[in-house]
């Protein structure tokens, strides 16, 4: 039996936001806490950090939260663990919630960890289903790729915490009718307090959108060959208005950063185009890339599995077939 389990109550969901525009995932982890608490006469709160965000609680309303906490401030500009461990810690303390949802992306796999250890309670880490079942949190987690799925629960220890991956929970249409209220939360935190100092932020990425949310995206793996190999690839996401992507082993190599990487490991993502250039299709990539509608692959090897799985295959070697599709671009696009 859990401990204390009717000192516990309601779902919180961690929202993710930057420069004040909510980040997917955590739309799509409002729609799933509202179904979830609506089966189990819960309430559902959403858990607003950052500088100046406090006209997104509206929007978080429509999606399904009851109410809406804000911890506005200007230490909280950035994400930084130990501030957003230290805001969420002391709140969940006083409100004990019975469920926290974090999205499965670089902050909420960051965060989830340390407030689960912070409350003393156990993380069930980039799932891809919930359910209750008999007061309890089931998560659903692929393992090896996706040949198996194995349900995990927190038996004893409240609250019950996961972080959910993008994409595979589809968004629900906001209720532009729904009422809910906004509490302040006071940060007393002081900059002096933290030891983790933001010098500033560099952005890698051409369209400034997290690659989850790319409507289009240009994976490179290791047929690209080198670092080079992924500026060609960067030229052509550019001309596609395309997000790049990686498999995991061209970051091993330091050619292209964390971040890129997609898979079990790295990001799952949705587009509606991905083009995989020297991909070899493993089950490991394709469980993150699987969702795309059309897919594009460019391999010199027949028997590539990423093959099997794509919409339209080009045959040839990615430093032939790359730059002439570049080219052509390029003319269409008067820059020749
Ligand atoms: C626990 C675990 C977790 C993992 N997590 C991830 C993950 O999250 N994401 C991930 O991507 N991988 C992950 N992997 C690694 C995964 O198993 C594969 O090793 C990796 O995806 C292969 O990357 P690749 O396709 O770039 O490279 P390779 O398998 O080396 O394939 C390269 C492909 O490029 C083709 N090629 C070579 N040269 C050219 C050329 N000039 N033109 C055209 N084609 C060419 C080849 O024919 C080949 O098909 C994980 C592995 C493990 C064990």
């Known amino acids: 039996m859990p401990e204390n389990t009717e000192k516990f109550g309601g779902l919180w969901?961690?929202?993710?936001?930057?420069?004040?525009?909510?980040?997917?995932?955590?739309?799509?982890?409002?729609?799933?806490?509202r179904a979830l608490a609506d089966t189990a006469r819960s309430n559902v709160t959403a858990?607003?950090?950052?500088?100046?965000?406090?006209?997104?609680?509206?929007?978080?309303?429509?999606?399904?939260?009851?109410?809406?906490?804000?911890?506005?401030h200007t230490i909280c500009r950035y994400y930084r663990t130990e501030v957003y461990?230290?805001?969420?810690?002391?709140q969940a303390k006083k409100d004990k919630p019975e469920i926290i949802l974090f999205g499965a992306t670089c902050m909420g796999r960051d965060l989830a960890p340390r407030v689960s250890a912070r409350l003393k309670t156990g993380c069930m880490s980039d799932c891809t289903k919930l359910a209750i079942d008999s007061g309890h949190l089931v998560a659903t987690k692929p393992f090896f790729g996706r040949d198996?799925?194995?349900?995990?629960?927190?038996?004893v220890k409240r609250p019950q915490i996961a972080t959910i991956r993008p994409g595979v929970i589809e968004l629900t249409d906001p209720n532009r009718s729904r009422k809910g209220e906004t509490l302040s939360y006071d940060i007393?935190?002081?900059?002096?307090?933290?030891?983790?100092?933001?010098?500033?932020?560099l952005n890698e990425r051409s369209n400034n959108l997290p690659l989850e949310q790319a409507e289009k995206v240009v994976a490179g793996g290791m047929g690209v060959g080198s670092k080079e190999?992924?500026?060609?690839?960067?030229?052509?996401?550019?001309?596609?208005?395309?997000?790049?992507g990686a498999t995991n082993l061209p970051v091993d190599e330091g050619w292209v950063s964390e971040e890129?990487?997609?898979?079990?490991?790295?990001?799952?993502?949705?587009p509606k185009l991905y083009i995989g250039c020297g991909v070899s299709g493993a089950i490991q990539h394709s469980a993150g890339m699987i969702g795309?509608?059309?897919?594009?692959?460019?391999?010199?090897?027949?028997?590539?599995?990423?093959?099997?799985?794509?919409?339209?295959?080009?045959?040839?070697?990615?430093?032939?077939?790359?730059?002439?599709?570049?080219?052509?671009?390029?003319?269409?696009?008067?820059?020749?």
């Open 148 to 155: 198996l799925m194995t349900d995990i629960v927190c038996p």
């Open 260 to 270: 890129f990487k997609i898979g079990q490991t790295g990001k799952t993502i949705r």
């Open 292 to 336: 795309s509608e059309f897919i594009v692959a460019i391999n010199k090897d027949p028997n590539a599995d990423i093959f099997k799985l794509a919409d339209y295959g080009i045959l040839g070697d990615v430093n032939e077939v790359i730059p002439a599709i570049i080219k052509e671009l390029r003319r269409q696009k008067g820059l020749a």
């Open 85 to 90: 461990t230290d805001i969420i810690c002391a």
């Open 229 to 244: 190999g992924f500026e060609m690839l960067k030229e052509l996401a550019g001309l596609l208005g395309a997000e790049l």
């Open 47 to 72: 858990f607003l950090i950052g500088e100046d965000v406090a006209a997104i609680a509206e929007e978080l309303i429509w999606q399904g939260a009851d109410r809406v906490i804000i911890a506005e």
């Open 13 to 33: 969901v961690i929202i993710e936001q930057r420069h004040g525009k909510v980040v997917k995932v955590s739309l799509e982890l409002l729609g799933e806490a």
């Open 188 to 201: 007393r935190l002081r900059e002096d307090d933290i030891k983790v100092k933001v010098a500033g932020i």
